[in-house]
């Protein structure tokens, strides 16, 4: 097996052979940022033998200009966690190879990355793009929310410290109360920018999803308005989810409102339950999502529905058809980041003046559990 030189560290013969048989190209960098395991899919993408490359730094395999982004993800990964990025590599006749790259700790002192040559695969070069674009707007995203938020709880604390001095028949109370109102809303928008830069806190713990959309039947019907009728046709035998239930009523409450806007004449908003087996090929194309158990939650709305180019786009963050003041353009961007962060993913169906369906598909508590450990 040609994978690592006799002088390199030597590796368990299972994980060799499973390299050798994986679709993807695969190095591992140790601490000083040197190569010490290349597999074969690796070396014929880059036209290296593997001889060439163990033992050798990083910039021996990757473009100087994207090392340094690759070397730096690598140095701030904690244990278990991964990280997706572009990487530039290079072969001996100066030709590059464009591919994103997912890192993962494998020990202390090894970082091992996955490669996917983008020119194969375009759409994964567009989600990619994308992904990018998310994390750059989820790092602006977070930075400003703690300072907003800071700020919020300021001004609602001088409201309950003039609320004290004040009589109950005086007129200014309604005022204060809009100052609280405005608030509350700023303090709800932070906490859409703060998951969508996954640096919302998280208490994960068993959901009934029932459960918890019975519990928020009188917020949904407040939410929508007495022109929209909400149909509940939830699955008896439902399996549990895990989650933050704070951020699963978010999901709800979101989509609810995107339904509620695309119906200003009125219609029905039906919220749908179901088990589901997803196989591999259902959930190719979503990253960390394993095949098995899921529970879909559905969304529907008789309302105006979207065009192609509309749907294209509705995942992008401060993207809206919406009046200025109507809408901010992080709604959807949030429903998918945390269900994301939940290891599953979001799919729509819609049709201009058909109504759209948006189902969020998570995994099933086992399977929940079994990542975890």
């Known amino acids: 097996m040609n994978i690592m030189r006799e002088q390199a560290l030597a590796i368990d013969p299972r994980y060799a052979a499973l390299l050798e048989q994986t679709r993807e190209g695969v190095f591992v960098v140790d601490g000083q940022g040197r190569l010490t395991l290349v597999n074969a899919v690796l070396t014929r993408l880059v036209g290296r033998a593997a001889d060439q490359l163990v033992g050798q730094p990083l910039t021996r395999l990757i473009v100087p200009e994207t090392a340094d982004c690759v070397r730096n993800t690598i140095d701030r990964l904690a244990a278990e966690a991964e990280a997706t990025f572009t990487v530039v590599m290079t072969r001996p006749d100066g030709t590059r190879v464009h591919a994103e790259g997912r890192a993962r700790r494998v020990g202390p002192e090894a970082v091992q990355v ?7 695969s375009p759409q994964r070069a567009e989600r990619l793009r994308h992904a990018q674009r998310m994390e750059v707007v989820g790092r602006l995203a977070s930075s400003i929310a703690h300072d907003f938020n800071n700020l919020l709880t300021a001004i609602v604390g001088y409201c309950d410290l003039l609320e004290d001095q004040l009589t109950d028949a005086d007129v200014r109370r309604g005022d204060l109360e809009e100052i609280r109102v405005a608030a509350m809303r700023g303090a709800a928008l932070t906490r859409q920018l703060l ?3 996954r640096h919302q806190v998280s208490r994960r713990s068993p959901i009934d999803l029932n459960a918890l959309l019975h519990q928020m039947d009188h917020l949904l019907e407040r939410l929508v308005g007495s022109d929209v009728t909400i149909a509940f046709e939830l699955a008896t035998d439902l399996l549990i989810i895990e989650g933050d239930p704070a951020q699963i009523e978010q999901v709800v409450l979101n989509l609810a409102t995107n339904a509620r806007d695309a119906m ?9 339950t179901a088990n589901e087996v997803l196989e591999v090929e259902q959930v190719q194309g979503h990253q960390d999502v394993t095949p098995g158990l899921f529970i879909r939650l559905e969304v529907g709305d008789t309302g105006t529905g979207m065009t192609p180019e509309t749907q ?4 992008e963050p401060f993207f809206t058809t919406k009046e200025p003041t109507k809408g901010t353009g992080l709604g959807l961007p949030t429903v998918q980041a945390i269900v994301t962060q939940g290891h599953g993913f979001v799919d729509v169906e819609s049709a201009s003046q058909r109504g759209s369906t948006f189902r969020v598909h998570l ?3 086992e399977l929940a559990s079994d990542d975890a450990g």
Do not use: C, H, M, S
């Open 114 to 120: 996955l490669v996917y040559d983008l020119a194969d």
């Open 363 to 365: 995994p099933a508590a």
């Open 312 to 315: 294209a786009r509705i995942f």
């Open 264 to 272: 200003p004449e009125g219609g029905t908003l039906t919220i749908r």
């Open 195 to 197: 998951a969508l830069g």
